[in-house]
């Protein structure tokens, strides 16, 4: 234990560092700004500053950098010295308040979506002081938002404060009706748990489908997959022990909560959750996990895959975003609580989640719409690509019972009234029991299980705050005007209930007619990125974000446009990739060894046999490559035709009707072959030895 407490957090200018080295007023000040969400006094920020550079110099940096999260979803970074200019020569170490708190960066090649043009390339950063400055590799890195001089969000940070903010601001009025004054700030908070892979380097470089998209774009099945169930929570391989006892490592270094690591579904599949925390510091800090999670499988020759579906044919990874509200006086509102009172008030908070999700499925889909995800989600083995809510059998009978005004199932024997009878006791347990769920109640928290392993958390979170502070806006306008409370806050949820109650769904995700019935019930259903995308510029989605402050309508517009923008290079990277391995390495091996086969046959009828079964496997293999090559001519005809990326929605349609389906078939006759070809002469390493190696 000492050695953990010795290790947690030392790369971190964290509040018990900031204690020691600030003076008394500055750390009270600095802390008032971190506790309030306010802005810097320039004053305090060049003690801060000051404070910063000495200790960052201390532990061995030689740089600062104002670190930050541009749309495509990675961190970016630039590295200044500390060093400034005296004279005779030499230089001291400066870094300067102004320094601190605001940076400006030409960032002219991030994604803005239009939001920059190329003439005012310069974006601006600025300090996030809720989240602590870090080193790594020695630079001293500054959490920052980054917007162009116009004040448009540039990046995943800036919207994801804003929707904090949103949602603290609605909460607080509906907590001020139920008595609790002291509660004056309500944080989001999240525990993503991060699923990953993990290949033996070796074989990642021998093929360019893994170096150039992060994934399989070819490969037979081998004989042996997850059926068995024997990797799940298995014991974990001496190598990739290793691995995560180094990765825990470097990640408390960086005051990073990671708790709990295993091995999941799929052969050479693993998971890290780390404990939660206020959202905006879980989502730098899941940056961190993904980036930290490469660099130290390198160091074991190993490469670390976050992509959502590396392999076909087995489960993907993604990333389980655990997501509940506490008050700043230490309160979970969606712990059911333990009187009448606090049962009613996390009946209203519950609703809330309900009705949010019941009206913005759309923006919850498309806030985890990637390419990459979509191959993940509706496979059976994912959340679907429909969002429903999983509450459990209790909680579910329980609003059911409120919603008809009758007892609850003889375990509470009076009639549920709101605000006078506490809920029933329901073990923690219960509630977990559906992973098939894209989103699901587990006691205390929902569990939003459809973001992509590789994606930022910020998207689904902004979209989740948002939705969220909406409800609670419409709530607490109306039972801010009623004459009485009791009444109106019974009224109200049984209401809620009756309206939204659709969306709850407690069975199998997977099952073929749960698609069928959501139909029936009139839920969204939005397969993919292409589809999804578009749902940030509906005006009901834009008046959503507009009213609490979140995105303008033009900030949308980019995040839309962007994402179709990603998606289609994905698809484009991929299909060029496929190519070039159908070409240079699948087509010319294939050839060979049809040659050699044709050869055998000759001979072995040039001595006066007949070998049948050589003749039948030519003939197969001749078969086969043709059509390999069919498919090539195909795939490569098809991305010569594609549109102008002027329009991004119509370019992202093409790639998802026409190139996707023509990379299937390519696919397709590329694994028949893998599995009557030579195993020697296969140009690049199979699944069997990429999933069963390590
Ligand atoms: P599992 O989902 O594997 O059963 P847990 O439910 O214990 O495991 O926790 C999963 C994740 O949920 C962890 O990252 C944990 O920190 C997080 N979590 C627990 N409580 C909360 C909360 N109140 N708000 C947000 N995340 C939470
Ligand atoms: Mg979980």
Not at 102 to 115: C, I, K, Q, Y
Not at 141 to 158: F, M, V
Not at 326 to 349: C, I, K, M, R, V
Not at 615 to 628: F, H, I, T, V, Y
């Amino acid at each position: 234990m000492e050695y953990l407490e010795g290790l947690f957090g030392i790369n971190v200018f964290n509040d018990s560092i900031m204690r020691q080295r600030l003076p008394r007023e500055t750390y009270r000040v600095l802390h008032r700004t971190m506790d309030e969400g306010r802005r810097l006094d320039p004053q305090v920020a060049s003690v801060v500053a000051n404070a910063m550079k000495d200790w960052a110099i201390e532990r061995g940096a030689t740089h600062y950098t104002h670190w930050f999260q541009p749309l495509n979803s990675i961190t970016a970074e630039k590295h200044d010295a500390f060093l400034s200019p005296v004279s005779g020569g030499k230089i001291i170490a400066e870094f300067s308040g102004q320094e601190l708190i605001r940076g400006e960066t030409d960032a002219s090649s991030f994604p803005s979506g239009g939001l920059r043009s190329t003439f005012e390339a310069r974006g601006y950063t600025a300090w996030d002081p809720t989240s602590y400055a870090f080193i790594k590799d020695r630079t001293l890195c500054i959490p920052t938002a980054y917007c162009s001089y116009g004040g448009e969000a540039l990046d995943k940070k800036t919207p994801l404060l804003r929707s904090m903010e949103a949602l603290s601001r609605q909460a607080v009025r509906i907590l001020k009706l139920f008595g609790r004054t002291d509660a004056t700030r309500v944080t989001p908070t999240v525990g993503p748990e991060q699923e990953y892979f993990l290949v033996d380097k070796e074989l990642f470089d021998q093929r360019s489908d893994l170096i150039f998209a992060g994934r399989t774009l070819f490969g037979a099945r081998p004989p042996k997959g997850q059926e068995l169930g024997d990797h799940f929570f298995g014991t974990i391989k001496t190598r990739v022990q290793a691995f995560m006892t180094e990765l825990n490592e470097e990640l408390w270094k960086l005051g990073i909560l990671a708790k709990t690591e295993h091995n999941e579904a799929a052969p050479a599949q693993h998971e890290m959750a780390p404990i939660y925390t206020i959202v905006n510091v879980a989502c730098d800090h899941n940056q961190l996990t993904m980036e930290i999670m490469k660099r130290v499988a390198r160091r074991h020759g190993l490469v670390c895959l976050l992509a959502e579906k590396p392999f076909a044919g087995i489960n993907g990874s993604g990333k389980h975003n655990n997501w509940s509200m506490t008050t700043n006086t230490g309160y979970n509102l969606l712990e059911p609580g333990d009187s009448p009172h606090e049962s009613a008030q996390f009946l209203l908070f519950l609703t809330a989640v309900i009705k949010a999700v019941d009206e913005y499925p759309d923006l919850l889909r498309a806030s985890v719409a990637s390419a990459g995800n979509d191959h993940r989600l509706g496979g059976f083995e994912a959340p679907p690509a429909i969002i429903s809510i999983f509450l459990g059998d209790e909680l579910t009978e329980i609003l059911e019972a409120l919603e008809a005004g009758s007892d609850y199932n003889g375990r509470e024997k009076a009639e549920m009234t709101i605000g006078v009878h506490m809920l029933p006791k329901f073990p923690k347990d219960a509630t977990d029991r559906n992973r098939t769920s894209p989103f699901a109640f587990t006691g205390n928290k929902f569990e939003f299980r459809s973001v992509g392993a590789s994606d930022s958390i910020a998207d689904a979170n902004v979209v989740l705050n948002t939705i969220v502070a909406e409800s609670l806006r419409q709530f607490a306008d109306e039972l801010e005007s009623a004459a009485d409370f009791r009444q109106a806050l019974h009224d109200l949820i049984v209401r809620t209930i009756r309206e939204h109650k659709r969306i709850i769904f407690n069975g199998n995700n997977y099952a073929p007619d749960w698609s069928e019935e959501a139909a029936r019930r009139g839920l969204c259903r939005l397969d993919t990125t292409v589809d999804a995308l578009p749902c940030y510029t509906a005006e009901k989605n834009i008046r959503l974000f507009e009213t609490h402050q979140v995105f303008s309508r033009t900030e949308l517009r980019s995040r839309r446009d962007i994402g179709l923008e990603a998606y289609s290079k994905m698809v484009n990277i991929e299909a060029e990739t496929m190519l070039m391995m159908s070409h240079r390495q699948i087509l010319p091996a294939v050839l060979r060894f049809i040659g050699s086969t044709a050869a055998t046959v000759r001979d072995t009828s040039g001595a006066g046999m007949t070998l049948a079964s050589g003749q039948s496997l030519l003939a197969e293999l001749c078969r086969l490559c043709d059509q390999l090559s069919a498919a090539t001519d195909a795939l490569e005809q098809a991305l010569s035709e594609k549109p102008a990326p002027q329009d991004p929605l119509l370019l992202a349609a093409y790639m998802k009707d026409t190139i996707l389906p023509d990379m299937q078939v390519l696919r397709e006759k590329a694994d028949a072959l893998e599995k009557r070809v030579d195993r020697s002469v296969w140009p690049f390493p199979t699944y069997d030895s990429l999933l069963f190696s390590i």
